[in-house]
Every structure is written in structure tokens, then in C-alpha cells.
């Protein structure tokens, strides 16, 4: 009779856990509009790859996509098509870091959530969304100045009097990158003032301009012992301008740039870049996990980074067939 009882009591159990798993709801379905802001650089194609792949590897996603063009514009008309189609969730690449305050209090106000990815808006709008995944900009210039200072260390380039001149290519005015990229190599400049940035100009993130505007550092002043590029794009345009103009990338100039894209381990390898710093755009799994926790009910942290490495001709070599961008 015992055995019986409990026989029936394993049963029952067996038949809820059973039942629960065969009629555990699915989630509900989520729409989610990407406004990403263009496809200026090899780094954007990748990482728009990777947000479109991971979502349409989860079928409980619909991901409508908008490309920016580079045009704040189109942008906010995108975010305010995403708010009219109620959207469940928002996620958004901000081109510049100012004018999206009143469009991102619409969304508020519709109760649709916004996730940031890559980057960011100015301080005074963050309130207005609820996170944002991606790099540290402002560790990405530390880590590219910090690598020039033992770089000219181990190369005995640098005895702390002769003046290293530095030339910087910007990125897009006013975007996150390029703001936080300059703030973070010169909080290493100050430690060096022997290091000076003779001239600093945007290249717009584009390897056209970048080249453009090294041709026109070159003429103007061919004294220049490093380039600090806000991008490998811009970095690989200096480099053809550089040797357009007779002297040698990565030996005549220290070549840094930042992102880790192919083209520049390639380059590295070749001897004729000596730096980037990885910034990674493979973002799209880390979103699709963000909006499932979202959906899920759960908090989301208030920023979450990835992980990224540096690569110079140590370690550039190795790495080059693992790269996936
Ligand atoms: O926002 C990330 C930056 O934008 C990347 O460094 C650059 O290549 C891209 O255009």
C-alpha cells in the first residue's frame, strides 16, 4: 500500500514537470528596428552582419533594419517610423553623440525600451535609453598611447627631450569614437611632454578621406614620427598617401590605428603598420541576449562592454587566421 502511495505521488510529479516542459509558452514574438548609421568602413559591414545574423538565427525576433547613410536625418526619421510601427524594443548606433533628445523622449513616452550598440549619445540624453553594449573608447586611445610609449621605449626612440611629432586622424565629428579616442590618447600625453600632435584632423572614419588628409599633412610638413589613426580604414588610406609620398609606413612613421580589422594584421605583417587596437564589431549575439533578457523581465546592467585585445608584430602574424573581420 506504502509502495503505491508512492508510486502515484512520482507519477503526478512526472505528469506536471511533463506537462509544463510540453506546454512552457514559447517566447512572444519581439520586433526589434536597428537603426544602424551607414557602412562607412569594414568594421560597419561586420557589424551589421553579426546583429542581422544573430537575429535571424532566433526566430522569436523580427529585426527591421534601416541604414542611416551617414545622415543624422535619416536616423531620426528611422527611430520615429520604428515608435509609429510599435516596435517592442529599439536598438540604435547613434552617429553623433547630439540631437536625439526629443525623438528618444518619444520612445520613452510609447513605453518602447532603446539598447544602445556601439555608440552611444551625449550624457544629458542617457536617461532616455536603457544601456549601451560595446567598447570603451576612451581605454582604446589609452591603449593606443600607452602602446607608443613602450614601443619607442623598446626601439630607444624616445629619450624624453627630442620632440615626437604626432599627426591624428579623427574620426567623425562629433561621434563617440572620435571624442573619446582623443580624450583617451591624451590622458597618456600628458605624461610625455616631449609628444606633440602637430596636426589633428577628421578622416571622417573613411579610408578616401584618411588619405586625402595624410596627403595633405605631407605636403604641408614631412616631419611627422607617428600617425594616430581613430581607425584602421583611415589608417590603410594614410598608408597608400604615405608612400605616394616616398617614404615608408611603419618605418619612416609609426602607424596606430584602432579596430583590428584584416587589412590592417595584414599590413602589420607586412611591416608597414605597426598597431591596432581591437575594437570589436561581432556585437550582434550580445544584443540578441540583452533583448531576450529584456523580454524575459529581467534588468539590464547600465553598460556592457566587450572584450578586446591589442596586435602589433609580436602577436598580428598569429592571430591573422583566426580573424573574422
Ligand atoms: O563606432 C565604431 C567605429 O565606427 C569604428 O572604429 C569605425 O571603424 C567605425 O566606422
Redesign the pocket.
Known amino acids: 500500500m506504502k509502495n503505491w502511495k508512492k508510486v502515484l505521488a512520482l507519477v503526478s510529479v512526472l505528469l506536471v514537470a511533463f506537462s509544463s516542459a510540453a506546454f512552457a509558452a514559447p517566447p512572444k514574438t519581439w520586433v526589434v528596428g536597428f537603426s544602424q548609421i551607414g557602412s562607412?568602413?569594414e568594421?560597419?559591414t561586420a557589424d551589421t552582419i553579426s546583429v542581422q545574423n544573430a537575429f535571424n538565427d532566433d526566430s522569436s525576433f523580427i529585426l527591421i533594419y534601416s541604414d542611416a547613410q551617414q545622415k543624422q536625418e535619416n536616423q531620426i526619421k528611422a527611430l520615429r517610423s520604428f515608435i509609429a510601427r510599435k516596435v517592442d524594443c529599439i536598438l540604435f548606433t547613434a552617429l553623433v553623440e547630439t540631437g536625439y533628445g526629443p525623438v528618444l523622449q518619444e520612445a520613452k513616452d510609447a513605453g518602447i525600451p532603446v539598447v544602445m550598440i556601439?555608440?552611444d549619445v551625449a550624457e544629458a540624453d542617457r536617461h532616455l535609453r536603457l544601456t549601451i553594449m560595446g567598447s570603451d573608447f576612451v581605454k582604446e586611445g589609452e591603449k593606443a598611447g600607452n602602446w607608443l610609449a613602450s614601443y619607442l621605449k623598446k626601439k630607444g626612440l624616445d629619450d624624453g627631450k627630442k620632440q615626437i611629432n604626432i599627426v591624428e586622424l579623427q574620426?567623425t565629428t562629433g561621434?563617440?569614437?572620435a571624442i573619446d579616442r582623443k580624450v583617451g590618447f591624451a590622458n597618456i600625453l600628458k605624461d610625455h611632454p616631449n609628444w606633440k600632435i602637430t596636426r589633428s584632423q577628421t578622416g571622417n572614419?573613411t579610408s578616401s578621406e584618411g588619405k586625402a588628409v595624410m596627403e595633405a599633412f605631407l605636403k604641408a610638413d614631412k616631419n611627422i614620427q607617428v600617425l594616430y589613426a581613430?581607425?584602421?580604414?583611415m589608417a590603410l588610406g594614410a598608408i597608400q598617401a604615405i608612400k605616394e609620398a616616398g617614404l615608408k609606413p611603419g618605418k619612416d612613421i609609426i602607424i596606430i590605428g584602432?579596430?583590428g580589422v584584416k587589412g590592417a594584421f595584414e599590413a602589420i605583417v607586412a611591416g608597414e603598420m605597426n598597431c591596432t587596437v581591437e575594437?570589436s564589431p561581432l556585437l550582434g549575439p550580445q544584443a540578441v541576449q540583452a533583448i531576450s533578457d529584456l523580454r524575459d523581465g529581467l534588468k539590464l546592467p547600465a553598460r556592457i562592454y566587450t572584450i578586446e585585445g591589442l596586435f602589433d608584430e609580436t602577436n598580428a602574424l598569429a592571430a591573422l587566421p583566426t580573424r573574422q573581420y
Not at 581613430?230 to 580604414?233: F, G, I, S, V
Request: hydrophobic share 20%; charged share 35%.
Open positions: 562607412e568602413s568594421w560597419r556601439d555608440r574620426g561621434s563617440a569614437p572614419f581613430h581607425n584602421d580604414q584602432v579596430d575594437c
